[in-house]
């Protein structure tokens, strides 16, 4: 049974980007002009780890019937 997967990883990653690149516009003008963007990866990091975590719950789902089925 899986805990994390890819998708779930890549969602963390980019959040923890997002996260840095923000807080370096707050220290810096010239990153502070593509704060727009940082909070586009801060969203699609979002979206990663919820596809993942739908991913695991779906995979858990199907490996729960798959096993009743059989008895």
Request: net charge negative; aromatic share 8%.
């Amino acid at each position: 049974m899986e805990r994390i997967n890819g998708e779930t990883i890549t969602g963390i990653a980019l959040v923890i980007l997002a996260v840095l690149f923000i807080y370096a516009a707050t220290a810096n003008k010239t990153w502070s002009t593509i704060l727009p963007a940082d909070y586009l990866i801060l969203a699609i990091g979002g979206a990663f780890i919820i596809l993942g975590m739908w991913e695991i719950r779906k995979n858990r789902i199907n490996h729960i019937e798959g096993e009743h089925s059989h008895h």
